[in-house]
């Protein structure tokens, strides 16, 4: 017999990914009667952590929320601390302390970043916790990141900025930050998103990082984070992953190359190339993930493969996901570089 718990446990999962036909996906995984899911919905339902609309096979459900707290507060001498202790802390302070740690590390490094960077008048703050996850964000009404990155590094095009953020060790003040905030929030979180004018980047665990239109010009910048309350992810092991071996140092990076694809464009020239490889150097490891790449030019394999690694031989670039038309490419560029040497 399925012990109960179990079954509403998936059923709330199921609810966070699409509450539509949740009792005819429970009652087909479990091999019961819709009698008996609907007896468990319930359950879910008088508990306060789940609300349904409409009736028997259209109902609909949804998270309840637990628990929510929003604040907006003056930048000027505000301290992230203070932000956490008053905001965050609270509303996650019964989760798992792997969970607690790496909500006090995105949402410090978050609000710093507002602190310093945006120019805000404020800065605004929420957390929001369900049965399943927790979202929390920061916000604020500055001249916003990616312009701001564009304008402080002379980039081109504003979509830019996301690729370099997405390399990490990126800041506008190298004095007072390290330009891993960002980077590694990304990596610890199952979601993480940044908003910003009408550019939108997103990084999902185990799925590729997405550069989007949106279709508004929206003031400032959004950061959103999204984790599940008994994840099991360790901020420790996310920072290893990345470090060099035997050391503490930042030194590798995932790289996703789709981003320096825009509206479709190929991949061809040296320049792409050279926007790419940019600030490769401060690696030792630069891994180069060619998903969603479906081919390359031959001057930007030379570029990459030959010019940029011959230049750099204390950098290793590791390319993975590549299609058959990219690894010929990628290989003719390295043999290049293994005759020329």
């Known amino acids: 017999m399925v012990d109960k718990e179990q079954i509403r446990a998936r059923a709330l999962a199921l609810i966070a990914a ?3 036909g949740v009792a005819g996906r429970l009652a087909a995984e479990f091999s019961i009667s819709r009698q008996l899911v609907h007896g468990h919905l319930q359950a879910l339902v008088r508990q306060g952590l789940v609300q349904g609309e409409g009736n028997t096979r259209a109902r609909v459900y949804r998270l309840a929320t637990l628990q929510e707290t929003t604040r907006s507060y003056n930048r000027d001498g505000l301290h992230e601390d203070i932000v956490w202790q008053e905001v965050f802390a609270p509303v996650v302070a019964d989760l798992p302390e792997n969970v607690r740690d790496i909500w006090r590390y995105g949402a410090t490094e978050m609000v710093n970043n507002a602190i310093d960077h945006s120019g805000s008048v404020q800065v605004h703050v929420g957390v929001r916790r369900n049965a399943v996850y927790t979202d929390g964000w920061v916000a604020d009404d500055g001249e916003g990141i990616f312009l701001k990155i564009q304008r402080a590094f002379n980039l081109y095009d504003p979509r830019e900025a996301i690729l370099e953020l997405a390399k990490g060790k990126l800041t506008t003040d190298p004095d007072n930050h390290s330009g891993e905030g960002i980077f590694f929030s990304s990596k610890v979180f199952d979601a993480f998103d940044i908003r ?30 999204r984790i599940d309350n008994d994840s099991e992810r360790r901020i420790q092991t996310i920072f290893d992953e990345f470090a060099a071996p035997e050391e503490y140092t930042f030194a590798k990076t995932i790289v996703p190359v789709r981003l320096a694809q825009y509206e479709g464009e190929k991949l061809v020239s040296r320049s792409q190339a050279k926007r790419l490889y940019q600030r490769f150097e401060r690696f030792r490891h630069v891994v180069l993930d060619f998903e969603g790449v479906a081919e390359i030019g031959q001057a930007f394999a030379d570029e990459l493969f030959r010019v940029f690694a011959t230049a750099h031989p204390d950098t290793m670039l590791a390319p993975i996901h590549m299609t058959t038309a990219v690894s010929q490419m990628v290989k003719r560029a390295q043999a290049g570089a293994t005759n020329a040497s």
């Open 196 to 225: 910003s004018g009408r550019l939108h980047f997103r990084h999902d665990s185990g799925e590729l990082d997405v550069l989007m239109e949106r279709p508004a010009d929206a003031p400032g910048t959004l950061v959103l984070m």
């Open 18 to 20: 699409d509450g539509r």
